[in-house]
């Protein structure tokens, strides 16, 4: 999973002593069918819903200065709007609107129908895009 834009300069500010460093109240999903770009506004899924989602404790991941999270319960999309493939995700700090603080690619393209259901299984992980 990689900072956007807003996850890493607010974050850049916390470690500076710049900002409070007040963590989001929740964090949602938003889906896309391509890379989310560095503001996660790209290629954003005909399904535009965020769903709430929680994550597992973040963990170091090798000596390349990286760490990882996935996620601690599954995230369903009722009825997805819209028949397509989705590729990636972002994770955002509202349900509307709000600031995107991480993106990155599914472990897999997955493809859904209009009106089916989709899931983002609980031990989820996001690479980098």
Known sequence: MDFADNGALNTLKWILGQSP??????????????????????NIAGETTRVSATFAAAANTGTDGRAETVTAAD????????AETYSHVSIWDAVTAGGCW???????????????????PAGEKISHS
């Open 102 to 120: 991480y993106k990155g690619a599914m472990t897999q393209p997955i493809t859904v129908a209009a009106g089916s259901d989709f899931v983002f």
């Open 21 to 42: 460093g007040t963590p989001p109240p929740g964090l949602f999903i938003q889906l896309h069918v391509g890379d989310p770009g560095k503001d996660g506004t790209a």
């Open 75 to 82: 995230v369903e999309w009722t009825g997805v709007s819209t």
